[in-house]
């Protein structure tokens, strides 16, 4: 299998069940703003490939499955309106996100300060990707009513877990969190 096909030489692509649609379509920039931040979180979790800290084979572990629901999220936003989609971001994708924010943040320091994205590369890498799914949601909620709400609940929860992740693999890795001088 090819993996060129020149179908997208002149400006389209393909949603889910083959519908073209320009590469600009709301879509299309919300699917790939997904696919962006997963890459963002791919590049954080390489950071960590040759760290040793408490907890890290939990930290991986919660990420695969996070990159995964990421993936589904992405599916969703692809499949066009009225058809049926074959993977759907469920309660228990936020429960996850919700019970790991609380047993990680229960391990920082707490806030006394407006932190700056920053720390370790891994720490900074997740920030990117808070961004970019900050980014994602919004080109979620932009699509409209044809979203499934679960959607952009989870992309709303999940900058909030990029947000503690990073902080506490900065802590985990001894590193300082950069904090606004006021």
Not at 125 to 132: K, P
Request: proline fraction near 3%.
């Amino acid at each position: 299998m090819k993996i060129y096909t020149k179908t997208g030489d002149k400006g389209t692509t393909s949603l889910v069940y083959g519908q073209r649609v320009s590469k600009n379509d709301l879509r299309v920039e919300a699917y790939g703003t997904c696919d962006e931040a997963n890459s963002m979180i791919g590049l954080g979790l390489s950071h960590l490939h040759h760290t040793k800290f408490e907890g890290k084979e939990e930290v991986e572990a919660i990420f695969k499955k996070v990159q995964t629901t990421l993936f589904h999220v992405g599916a969703e936003l692809a499949t066009p309106a009225g058809k049926e989609v074959k993977w759907k971001v469920s309660d228990e994708d936020i429960s996850l996100l919700e019970t790991t924010i609380d047993k990680w943040d229960a391990q920082i320091p707490p806030l006394t300060n407006f932190v700056l994205p920053g720390g370790s590369q891994a720490g900074a890498s997740f920030h990117v990707a808070r961004t970019i799914v900050r980014r994602a949601e919004r080109k979620a909620v932009a699509i409209g009513e044809q979203v499934n709400p679960l959607v952009t609940s989870y992309l709303n929860r999940l900058s909030d877990f990029l947000f503690v992740a990073a902080r506490y693999v900065n802590h985990r890795l001894g590193q300082g969190e950069p904090t606004l001088h006021q």
